[in-house]
């Protein structure tokens, strides 16, 4: 396939498939190519929940547009990596058209764009997606169809861990084992978890930021006191926010569709562990083997950052070419990188000590803007079960907290000797020359409306020169 009309040249894409596997020999030729066209410093861009290879392109040309003016001097080539991930529609991309879904998906309905992502991603499940879209637009009363849409969604995204690609599921591991048996909000009622992802949304529709306060905390628990139990309430129609038989405000419906998309957001976390470790980290491994000299910088967002920090587990043994991996807006536990857990002495991170893998520095940005991060991923992290029984451990004030942040949140948490600092501070430089950093990039990731704000607003100049100086490319 010919590579796509870029901001930037030379210019190369890996494609994986949800396995990891790709054409070994495009590997080759591409290393060997690098090594013949001079390249020093190869810069890996790992693209998060986008849902085609057009969207991903599109991503790459302009970030990676304004290195060759930042670093005139340097012999720099660049690579977009395309896995098979999924966007919902709905999510706004700031500076790309916003899409038609996103009416839809507020209303709870599952407009057609987000179906044909769904059946793509998905190809075997054509039966299952018709069904959820029309329960989703029917929003039926009384729990059984709460319960049926459950089910129908834990079949299609296979949120149950199974086999060796439940390793790839967990960030956190207790004494080096993955957690077993499926998501825990997939354990309990329907209509709870939908009534408790309703309660989120329509927190940020308010522009509540949910994180650090203690009022919106409690209305995300359920507490009786703030309106939040799921119980009671007489039957009406289907409009949005109505009360519906068994139930009291909100309607659980107005969960349901986020629900869909955390549990497809799971399976596509799985999977870009999977890419990572047995994808793109053996490419780095050939890479250097065939062109030693060539320096590797490494940059995901979203799930790429996980792919690409997994991909440092992959890297085969004594290869030392990955010089630098910046994380934007990674969507992974902010221990993955931790020996041991503050709140549990026999847990740790998945990734724990793969920071040393790397030659240079570990940078992760994180942003207070990010809606994704810092509301709808730890509540659905909570409810996944990624760390059990924290509200009764920690209080309901914590909720949203350390226990199940996340890395583009609030950084790498709970490894000794990591730096913090502003991107100001960052792009004065210079920059750790080793471990961890974390670099509040709030001053230019902040645009973007809900779910997810902030969480792809990454398209920036000061970004791609902080990519330029975590791995000292000049």
Known sequence: MAEPAMSVTPYWELTFDADGDTDGGRCDRLAAEA?????????????????????????????FAPMPALAP??????????????RFPDEPIPDFPRSAAAGAARCGALDGETRDALSQTFPDRAAVVDRIGRLLELRPPGEAALEEFGGLVRLLADVAPHGPQALFAADTLAEGLPQDGPPEMFAGPTAEVCAEFARALAGLDAGSTLSGDPASARSLSGDPASGGSVSGGSEAGPERG?????????????????????????????????????GLGPFVGRLAAIAPAVRVHLVGHSFGGRLVSFALRGLPEGVRTVKSVTLLQGAFSHYAFAARLPHDARAGGALQGQQHRV?????????SFDAALGTMYPLASRMAGDARGAVEEFGVGSLLGAKWGAMGHDGVQAVPGTR????????????????????DAAAVVRRGGAPAGAHSDIVHPELARLVLAAGRVR
């Open 35 to 63: 090594a013949r066209r001079g390249v020093r410093d190869l810069i890996v861009f790992a693209h998060g929940w986008n849902t085609d290879r057009s969207a991903a392109t599109g991503l790459y040309s302009r970030f």
């Open 73 to 86: 001097a340097a012999r720099i080539g660049y690579v977009g990596v395309v896995w098979p991930s999924m």
């Open 242 to 278: 109505a009360v519906v038989a068994g139930f009291s405000l909100p309607n659980p419906w107005d969960g349901a569709h986020e629900l869909l998309r955390q549990a497809t957001y799971y399976a596509m976390k799985r999977r870009a562990g999977t890419v990572g470790e047995r």
């Open 359 to 367: 030659d240079g520095p570990l940078v992760c940005c994180h942003s």
């Open 420 to 439: 913090a600092c502003t991107l100001a501070e960052a792009l004065a430089g210079p920059l750790p020359a080793s471990g961890c950093v974390n670099v």
